[in-house]
Nanobody, 115 residues
């Protein structure tokens, strides 16, 4: 089991920015891919962005141009830079990682966007 620890969430005004971090207990170089998901109150968890072992990134349409996923292999950390935040971005943000076909999850970090 790989431990993932998210940080960087908080309260921010609409239009603001936050940088979320996900620190892994195992080298992310051996992960198949890592991703950020969010789960708003009363809704299902949804993919926000992912990045594979080769550094190829994918963003969902709802965050394209506003959020950027990146990885620092030396620090075993994946980041999600969130800009131009909207109220509808309010959610718990989870880090997920695929190691050898097994999914691992962090406990999440709460992002609250106020108007």
């Amino acid at each position: 089991q790989v431990q993932l620890v998210e940080s960087g969430g908080g309260l921010v005004q609409a239009g603001g920015s936050l940088r979320l971090s996900c620190a892994a207990s195992r080298s992310i170089l051996v992960s198949n891919h890592m991703a950020w998901y969010h789960q708003a109150p009363g809704k299902q968890r949804e993919l926000v962005a992912s990045i594979n072992s080769g550094g190829l990134a994918y963003d969902t349409d709802s965050v394209k141009g506003r959020f950027t996923i990146a990885r620092d292999n030396a620090k075993n950390t994946v980041y999600l830079q969130t800009n131009s935040l909207k109220r509808e971005d309010t959610a718990v943000y989870y880090c997920g990682a695929d190691y050898n076909g097994m999914d691992n999850w962090g406990k999440g970090t709460l992002v609250t966007v106020s108007s």
